[in-house]
């Protein structure tokens, strides 16, 4: 009770909404995640798959995750939270895409791996930039937003595998619905503001100063975490 009247106190509901559009990126782990081991059902009827693609259907995206993770450490600083967080966005709905219109078990796999590279960077930065723009008395809170979002794209996912089992093209929609919150991370962060600790680091004081006036009550709690 004590993080939710603080969460939704003053400027503590714009870094609310800010943390829930960053945590689609833990949403989207989660979803591709659970949706696989429903959707693998179908697929291989179509595909008829060897024991290795089978299991590269699934380990492929965890594989992709990895370098996504990797890579985001630079980009996040090269290039901004921000903008990694919306480029995975980016490359998650092409990812999604491209599984659902596989033609191949090969494609899949790439698909796959593909969508792996968003969702670990996305996974990775997410919780970073959330905690750059949170207040110390809710950061914990929202920064758990992150997992709270993998879990909850797991249990999404499985009902979505529920919902189009009988459907025709059943696999491809239960992966090509990903696209909608892949798109929904890009566009959300793309109105988000840069972090305030990137901000800095890039000699850029004064718009540091701009954002953390909008996530803290007072300028003397903005001046004394620049």
Do not use: C
């Amino acid at each position: 009770m004590d993080f939710l009247r603080e969460a939704f106190k003053g400027g503590n509901r714009f870094v609310l909404r800010l943390a829930l559009i960053a945590a689609l990126g833990g949403f989207l782990f989660g979803y591709d995640t659970g949706v696989i081991s429903g959707a693998l059902l179908y697929i291989e009827p179509d595909f008829k798959p060897t024991g290795f693609e089978a299991q590269a259907f699934v380990g492929a995206l965890l594989v992709g995750a990895v370098i996504g993770a990797a890579i985001s450490g630079w980009a996040a600083d090269a290039i901004s939270r921000r903008r990694t967080t919306i480029i995975a966005g980016g490359i998650y709905v092409v990812g999604a895409i491209a599984s659902a219109a596989a033609q191949s078990s090969w494609e899949l796999i790439w698909a796959r791996f593909v969508l792996g590279i968003a969702v670990g960077a996305a996974s990775f930065v997410g919780p970073m930039y959330i905690s750059e723009l949170a207040p110390k008395k809710i950061r914990g809170g929202v920064t758990s937003f992150n997992q709270l979002m993998v879990v909850s794209g797991i249990f999404l996912s499985y009902i979505v595998n529920w919902a189009f089992g009988g459907a025709t093209g059943n696999w491809r929609w239960m992966l090509g619905l990903a696209a909608i919150p892949g798109a929904a991370l890009a566009i959300g962060m793309y109105f988000q503001p840069f972090s305030p600790r990137w901000l800095v680091v890039q000699g850029r004081d004064d718009e540091a100063r701009e954002v953390l006036g909008r996530a803290r009550e007072s300028d003397d709690e903005v001046e004394e975490e620049l």
